[in-house]
């Protein structure tokens, strides 16, 4: 066939694509919470790997929790510029959809990380996550998250199955103020208590330990806890 033909008959079927019917994305909460993934996932919507050693995955958290962080990045409580970016105009009722499309995924968390630290740092972070430390007014992890550290319904997050730097720049941002919550902000006032050694303890003997069978958080929990804190207060 001749180039001239050749060229014709292409430029016929690129102008028959470009008026052909565009294809259908289903408007729906699934569709539109895509680009979550981009930073909240094992993998993207492409299938493709996802850094998210600092970006935590999302399924399967308590519904409240992760409303109330949506509220926290809207509000100026949590210090994040894309975060505050994409929420800073949803209303309420899409901010608890949200959440609750997450919330009601299977949980997807990391595997246990190889604690790589000295057999006494470990065993200082074990006791501070499973005792406290009552004459510092520490208290337990487990007093609050749960006896398996899974969190407990309907807003206070597991702890297990995230990265340690994930959970040492948690612990960062509410030493430095970038993080906080609804006051009383409990786990600000536990930060301000421990020292940087400690912080290390904790989040070293949590990311090394193995998740249980059943990692969704706990339907509940004994109360009162042992600090006021505004994002799980008492019930009336």
Known sequence: MHLRSVLSVVLLLCAAASHAAPQAVPDTLAQRLLAC???HARVDARGNP????????????????????????????RQYPLMTY???????????EIAGHFASQAPAP???????MAASQLERGRQLVLQGDRARGIPACVACHGQRLTGV??????????????????FGAWRNGTRRAHAPDCMAAITARLGLDEVNAVSGWL????LPADPRPAAAIARPLPLACGSAPEQP
């Open 37 to 39: 993934t981009s930073c």
């Open 50 to 77: 996802v850094n998210d050693a600092y970006f935590p995955r999302l399924q399967g958290k308590p519904a409240g929790y992760l409303y109330n962080q949506l509220q926290n990045f809207r509000a100026g409580r």
């Open 86 to 96: 994409l929420v800073e105009h949803l209303p309420d009722a899409y901010l608890r």
């Open 110 to 116: 990391h595997a246990a990380e190889a604690a790589g």
């Open 153 to 170: 319904e309907p807003a206070i997050p597991g702890l297990l199955g995230l990265p340690r730097d994930y959970v040492n720049a948690q």
């Open 207 to 210: 990311a090394a330990q193995p």
